[in-house]
């Protein structure tokens, strides 16, 4: 750890390393094994017509639909000969800066637990569907691949500059809850938080509520988000190689030293430089969202 980065103080669990893995993957009995077939049912019935197309066939190219909870091991081995990448067992949510090292190395840390029964809708911490299901397909795609190792070597950058939070509003609005303009009028969803869930899906893609704003890397990183709601607000990419090139090109040396430490725009914000694809009507946010039971339309 370079001196003079600050790093959450985390409690790390006696049983593991300064990387944070988890010795094995965990045994899952059947009855785990039947909450993700459930999941991933529900899942197909949504995705197709929505999800990006480099999604779907990631989803094909792993075989991730064969039954059960899949192993890392097979997983990895795939992986690595289609992009370099590995899937690696972690206990829980990790330090920002192991989680960086990780990704730097082309590794991914996936959620060593599966949510139950009673948290089939949604579970706050990310488990081995949202981890596995939403962001493992992606990693299928060489561009995009390549982006998400960038992101991990771009995290001590933000480190070092104190902008964690920009960061992260660029990974929510990207890795978690991008949309892709694959052609036009076809907007689709490649982002995990997005495809993990049923009712994020329909309503990023289709839905009236939300602005759909083309990506600009300089605006989102300004820009706050929801973390336990549906989005007021989808930033659309033209392709991957766009979003690698708007990022990796970009310097971020001399943005940091421009930003200010907390957020400039609201989640619910248009603004006179954006690309609005669509302007919301923000009816479910303005409504409530989640927590009054407003629908999601």
């Given at each position: 750890?370079?001196?003079?980065?600050?790093?959450?103080?985390?409690?790390?669990?006696?049983?593991?390393?300064?990387?944070?893995?988890?010795?094995?993957?965990?045994?899952?009995?059947?009855?785990?094994?039947?909450?993700?077939?459930?999941?991933?049912?529900?899942?197909?019935?949504?995705?197709?017509?929505?999800?990006?197309?480099?999604?779907?066939?990631?989803?094909?190219?792993?075989?991730?639909?064969?039954?059960?909870?899949?192993?890392?091991?097979?997983?990895?081995?795939?992986?690595?000969?289609?992009?370099?990448?590995?899937?690696?067992?972690?206990?829980?949510?990790?330090?920002?800066?192991?989680?960086?090292?990780?990704?730097?190395?082309?590794?991914?840390?996936?959620?060593?637990?599966?949510?139950?029964?009673?948290?089939?809708?949604?579970?706050?911490?990310?488990?081995?569907?949202?981890?596995?299901?939403?962001?493992?397909?992606?990693?299928?795609?060489?561009?995009?691949?390549?982006?998400?190792?960038?992101?991990?070597?771009?995290?001590?950058?933000?480190?070092?500059?104190?902008?964690l939070k920009a960061l992260g509003s660029l990974y929510w609005y990207t890795v978690e809850f991008g949309l892709l303009q694959e052609a036009p009028g076809d907007i689709r969803?490649?982002?995990?938080?997005?495809?993990?869930?049923?009712?994020?899906?329909?309503?990023?893609?289709?839905?009236?509520?939300?602005?759909?704003?083309?990506?600009?890397?300089?605006?989102?990183?300004?820009?706050?988000?929801?973390?336990?709601?549906?989005?007021?607000?989808?930033?659309?990419?033209?392709?991957?190689?766009d979003l690698y090139q708007q990022t990796v090109e970009r310097d971020f040396d001399r943005l940091y030293r421009t930003l200010d430490p907390g957020f400039t725009y609201a989640?619910?914000?248009?603004?006179?430089?954006?690309?609005?694809?669509?302007?919301?009507?923000?009816?479910?946010?303005?409504?409530?969202?989640?927590?009054?039971?407003?629908?999601?339309?």
């Amino acid at each position: 750890m370079p001196e003079g980065v600050f790093t959450a103080p985390l409690k790390r669990p006696d049983h593991l390393g300064e990387d944070w893995l988890e010795p094995k993957q965990t045994e899952y009995d059947s009855d785990d094994d039947a909450i993700w077939n459930d999941l991933f049912a529900r899942q197909m019935e949504v995705l197709p017509g929505r999800a990006a197309t480099a999604f779907m066939q990631g989803l094909e190219k792993l075989d991730l639909g064969r039954g059960g909870v899949p192993d890392f091991g097979d997983l990895s081995a795939e992986l690595g000969r289609l992009t370099g990448w590995s899937v690696v067992p972690v206990p829980m949510l990790i330090p920002d800066h192991v989680f960086f090292w990780h990704l730097a190395n082309r590794r991914f840390p996936a959620g060593n637990f599966i949510r139950t029964r009673e948290t089939f809708d949604y579970i706050q911490e990310p488990d081995v569907f949202h981890d596995v299901f939403g962001h493992v397909p992606m990693l299928t795609d060489p561009v995009y691949a390549d982006y998400m190792q960038e992101y991990g070597k771009a995290g001590w950058k933000a480190m070092r500059h104190n902008r964690l939070k920009a960061l992260g509003s660029l990974y929510w609005y990207t890795v978690e809850f991008g949309l892709l303009q694959e052609a036009p009028g076809d907007i689709r969803a490649y982002g995990a938080g997005i495809l993990s869930g049923p009712t994020e899906v329909v309503y990023a893609v289709e839905a009236e509520s939300p602005n759909r704003i083309m990506l600009n890397v300089d605006r989102v990183m300004r820009t706050d988000y929801v973390i336990s709601d549906l989005q007021p607000t989808y930033f659309v990419i033209k392709s991957f190689e766009d979003l690698y090139q708007q990022t990796v090109e970009r310097d971020f040396d001399r943005l940091y030293r421009t930003l200010d430490p907390g957020f400039t725009y609201a989640n619910t914000a248009v603004i006179d430089v954006d690309d609005v694809l669509h302007p919301g009507t923000l009816e479910y946010t303005l409504r409530g969202g989640r927590g009054s039971g407003a629908k999601a339309v």
